[in-house]
């Protein structure tokens, strides 16, 4: 078992005093055999009433809800947490699942059938992607073949830390050769959904070890559906499978459905935003 620390601040300047709605935060790390948290802590200012509920995924968000206006707004998280998955390796896939292509069972795949379908389209640099990592009537494990995956994005493509909302298509990150974590997410989810895998995006928090990589920064990744094994993260990122060192936040079939923060205002003026991230080992 590992022990790690996690502090997130984001602060919020308006040029003028606003009026603030409601805002989602999705903070808290999802809980189960393999995460458990042992404090949590909260602070919002100015002060709000928060509520806590589980959207469909399963996933914590607190809605927090303002009765004054505000020059800023800042909101500070700090969790404890474990973490048992140390061995991220450690699972047996079913044998009907153990070399691809391979086909869904049929109530797995009434449950999954949201994160078999991917809306962007695909172009000639996605689809020339695809050919080079795998083709037709290839034989090779399943585990292998989403490896394979992983390995061409972090191998191929450069990191790049981007500031701005949202996430590139797969197309353009192909092309440009660049993208963050949440585009490299995006662009695995898009290649293992056209060969058939159910996916979902994954958000949260990683030890990187002092990695620049990720330094003051949220993480995110991917997770495949692998009969026998359950939902299996790969992070084409650092190139390697989820463990121990990923503290997943919130998950959901597309990207743009789990930002950490979201919100909105009333007021003329401008704003700017600040982020700092720690995540560090604890005693």
Known sequence: MKRFKIIHKT???FTENVELLP????????EGHDLRIESSRLNIFPAAIVRWHRDVEGNSIAIASFKEKSISLTIESEILIQKYDLNPLDFVV???ALNYPFIYQADDKISLSPYLINPEKSGGKLNGWMESIWRSHERIQTFSLLERINQRIFQTLTYVKRE???VQSAEWTV???SGS?????SLFMAIAQRLGFAVRFVSGYIYSGGSPKL??????????????????????TFGTVAGAQHIATAVARRPELVPPISGSFYGSGGSSMAVEVWVTEAN
Do not use: M
């Open 175 to 177: 092309a440009s050769n």
């Open 94 to 96: 079913s044998e009907h």
């Open 11 to 13: 602060r919020y300047d």
């Open 23 to 30: 805002h989602a935060f999705r903070l808290r790390p999802r």
């Open 181 to 185: 974590c949440r585009d490299f997410a």
């Open 164 to 166: 701005e909302e949202g």
């Open 215 to 236: 330094s003051q920064s949220t993480h995110a990744w991917a997770e495949v559906f692998i009969p026998g094994a359950g939902w299996k993260g790969f992070d084409p």
